[in-house]
């Protein structure tokens, strides 16, 4: 069975770009979830979805950061305009959201702002 | 107060010990929990779950949950080189999963 899938896996741009990452649940997994991941920090959430509804974006650090999810098979995580401080590995993870099911990750994207 | 606090670590244990891991969590209302795997430069990798107070084993690893105490810990039995990663212990209260900050476990040869 196919995980969840993010691309790019590497990103490296220019402060003030805008980046866009891009998830793919597990197929049937109705909660997806956006987390960031640092030294300092761990792992933190940033946003998660039910259904393609948002639930809670109490993590998003700022307005620079949005994130969508069309369709129950695809969300994006948007930074504009990114900042240095955004490097980071960028986690999406998706589960089927009844009672005692796991969390299921992607490989990651490793950001890195210039 | 953190929702879920780990120690950071580095734990180190010889090849062959057993390796346990500890981790406690404040929401009493807390459900279900989790211990992933998370070798460097990976993603978190789950390992082992647990709902009910008691022992849950699978193969080496027996996962410990005491609601009463708030408490979950993970032992390893016959730790090998390559269980050298960082454990996660996640709890999840109604959807929400807190994520701890991870023990560094090294197997040593």
């Known amino acids: 069975d196919a995980g969840v899938i993010q691309s790019p896996r590497h990103e490296v741009t220019e402060m003030g770009q805008e980046v866009t990452l891009r998830c793919k649940p597990i197929s049937g997994h109705d909660y997806l979830f956006w987390y960031r991941q640092t030294m300092m920090r761990g792992l933190e959430l940033l946003i998660y979805f039910n259904n393609n509804v948002p639930i809670d974006d109490s993590g998003m650090p700022e307005d620079r950061f949005s994130a969508k999810m069309p369709n129950a098979s695809f969300s994006t995580l948007k930074i504009q305009p990114s900042e240095p401080r955004d490097s980071a590995v960028y986690f999406c993870a998706s589960s089927m959201g009844q009672n005692h099911q796991p969390q299921h990750f992607g490989d990651g994207t490793r950001l890195s702002i210039l | 107060q953190k929702e879920v606090e780990q120690n950071s670590g580095p734990l180190s244990v010889p090849e062959g010990a057993i390796a346990s891991l500890n981790c406690t969590y404040s929401?009493?209302?807390?459900?279900?929990f989790f211990w992933y795997r998370q070798y460097s430069g990976k993603s978190p990798e789950l390992i082992m779950s647990i709902y009910s107070n008691g022992d849950k084993e699978d193969g080496r690893f027996t996962a410990q949950l005491n609601k009463a105490s708030q408490y979950v810990s993970l032992l390893i039995r016959d730790s090998q080189p390559s269980d050298s990663a960082t454990y996660l212990c996640?709890?999840?209260?109604?959807?929400?999963?807190?994520f701890g900050s991870g023990t560094k476990l090294n197997v040593k040869p």
């Open positions: 996640a709890v999840n209260n109604f959807n929400k999963f807190y």
């Open positions: 929401d009493r209302g807390s459900q279900s």
